[in-house]
Nanobody, 122 residues
Framework: VQFVASGGGSVQSGGSLRLSCTSS????????IGWLRQAPYKEREVVSC????????IYGDSVKGRFTISRDPAKNTVYLEMNNLTPDDAAVYYC????????????????WGQGTQVTVSS
């Protein structure tokens, strides 16, 4: 399954972005999909994930209350709404498949899609 992440960009601190994850030729609606991020010289971090079984979600501690993950089955897309961004949120964001359930552990790299860069200026 090939995932394509989009929606990254440059914003000022306090700004918002919405990332999208989609796949061509494969339905995401039955997959457990999430987001992780990688910044230079920082640990890879699980940002959020949504379970295919019941729609339950998990969030990393650093984004709770600011980020929201959602799924639009009609558009075969998983979104990550990011609000009140800070420079600590700057990273390359990847959407990925967990299987079968969300966990705080990142999936292997062969489950990731291409990344989208998020830059936050102070």
């Amino acid at each position: 399954v090939q995932f394509v992440a989009s929606g990254g960009g440059s914003v000022q601190s306090g700004g918002s972005l919405r990332l999208s994850c989609t796949s061509s030729g494969y339905s995401l609606n039955y997959l457990t999909i999430g987001w992780l991020r990688q910044a230079p010289y920082k640990e890879r971090e699980v940002v959020s994930c949504i379970n295919s079984s019941d729609g339950s979600k998990i969030y990393g501690d650093s984004v709770k209350g600011r980020f929201t993950i959602s799924r639009d089955p009609a558009k075969n897309t998983v979104y990550l709404e990011m609000n009140n961004l800070t420079p600590d949120d700057a990273a390359v964001y990847y959407c990925a498949r967990w299987g079968p359930y969300c966990s705080p552990t990142p999936p292997s790299a062969d489950s990731w899609g291409q990344g989208t860069q998020v830059t936050v200026s102070s």
